[in-house]
């Protein structure tokens, strides 16, 4: 039986039990902030190396095994060759039953296996971006990839999701002389059944819009002034509070929605400009039908809609591959809301997340063979 986290928005009446921002930090503001999680990270490097400053990077990241795939005796069918290629050995079988494996090679900006942490892989995908911020940029850090590979793991997990790690790093430089000028601040928010939601804000329905220069904005969204990483965190864990999860086949708290944190850097002025932008974006998975395991209407109705916009992500890219002329923006929430991280001079880190073993290799291979097209996108920009 499917059970829900916690109940869901519905597209007009967003629900929710949640106090005010300030309240919850007012709670929390009496009781000992993890310390030990809000550790100084190593030293950024604000020259980094060449192959860390394209505009686009793919990488590709494979979680472990986990208990249920190691207990059914499944396998890891994605060896890693070297630390930029990754090989698919996916099992397949004939018409007269004979079994046989295809495999596809496939080659990224970087591959982690299981063994890599959050640390090391930050370093290689959103430190960079961190930089580009401060030099007055915008990026956006996104996990793609199925139901339970990783991604909120990877981007969003509130003691050392790669969002903790580019804070460490911002609050380090904010300390700085340097940028003694510059101040950041917060928002988050979800897009759920083709609907914006503000995570800080008790849910409060918001509206993308552009600005008439290209650029999208969030028409109503709460930025909450954070001062410290310990700020964040508590902002963060109010807002994820409020995040839409629920319990599919493949992962005890799927994420039901695309969530959104971004972090901007501002003037100190008056009135203040943003210097810069940095987004990591949690994308809901894509799941089959057999995913969501014994799902309810609303389930089945949320795993529909979140595939028809991860549809619309994908001839985004696939209209960036082929260079066409224009581009469906337009087909989704989601891919509105992403649309400056595909043009102009923004920076982007895709992070493809995989599961290893061979049920998902069907799965898999999509992810790749999407993440692939995106990485082609980005050479021809080079070329
Ligand atoms: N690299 C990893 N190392 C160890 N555990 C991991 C790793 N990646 C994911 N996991 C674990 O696998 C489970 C699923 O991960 P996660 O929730 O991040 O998946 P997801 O891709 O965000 O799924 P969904 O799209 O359903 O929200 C979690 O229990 C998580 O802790």
């Known amino acids: 039986m499917n059970q ?3 109940p869901a928005p519905t597209s ?4 929710h039990q949640q106090g005010s921002l300030e309240a919850f930090l007012q709670s929390k503001a009496t009781r000992p902030t993890n ?24 990488c590709v990241r ?18 890693l060759r070297g630390s930029r290629t990754i090989e698919l050995n996916a099992p397949k079988t004939r018409i007269d039953l004979t079994r046989y494996t295809e495999t596809h090679t496939f080659t990224f900006d970087d591959t982690f296996d299981g063994s890599s942490s959050n640390t090391q892989i930050y370093a290689r995908t959103a430190q960079p971006l961190v930089d580009y911020i401060f030099k007055g940029g915008k990026a956006t850090c996104f996990a793609h990839g199925q139901t339970g590979s990783g991604k909120t793991y990877t981007m969003l997990d509130p003691n050392h999701g790669l969002y903790v790690l580019a804070a460490q790093d911002i609050f380090r430089l904010l300390s700085s002389e340097y940028y003694a000028h510059l101040s950041a601040s917060v928002g988050f928010y979800e897009i759920y059944q083709g609907q914006l939601f ?15 220069n290209g650029n999208v904005v969030i028409a109503g969204l709460r930025e909450y002034p954070i001062g410290s990483v310990e700020d964040l965190m508590s902002v963060f864990e109010y807002g994820n509070q409020g995040r839409t999860t629920g319990k599919t086949g493949a992962n005890n708290k ?3 929605s695309h969530a959104v944190l971004q972090i901007l ?11 810069g932008k940095l987004s990591f974006i949690d994308l809901a998975g894509s799941e089959r039908g057999a995913d969501r395991g014994d799902a309810n209407d609303k389930t089945r109705q949320e795993g529909a809609e979140i595939n028809k916009s991860l549809l619309a992500l994908k001839e985004c890219i696939r209209a960036l591959d082929q260079n066409k002329n224009h581009t469906p923006f337009r087909g989704s929430k989601l891919t509105q809301v992403l649309r400056d991280s595909f043009t102009g001079d923004s920076r982007t880190c895709m992070i493809a997340t995989i599961s290893p073993n061979n049920s998902n290799s069907e799965h898999t291979l999509n992810t790749l063979r999407y993440a692939d097209r995106y990485r ?7 070329d």
């Open 12 to 15: 007009d009446s967003p629900t």
């Open 62 to 79: 494979k979680r472990p095994l986990n208990k249920k795939e190691t207990s059914n005796q499944e396998v890891d069918i994605a060896p």
């Open 198 to 212: 503000d995570l800080l804000n008790q849910k409060a329905k918001l509206v993308a819009r552009d600005d008439g």
């Open 254 to 256: 799927s994420s039901r």
């Open 265 to 275: 850097l501002k003037t100190k002025t008056s009135p203040a400009k943003v210097h």
């Open 35 to 58: 310390q030990s999680t809000a550790k100084a990270s190593a030293a950024i490097s604000l020259s980094t190396s060449n192959d860390l400053n394209q505009r686009i990077r793919v």
């Open 4 to 6: 829900r986290a916690r």
């Open 376 to 382: 082609i996108e980005a050479i021809q920009e080079l």
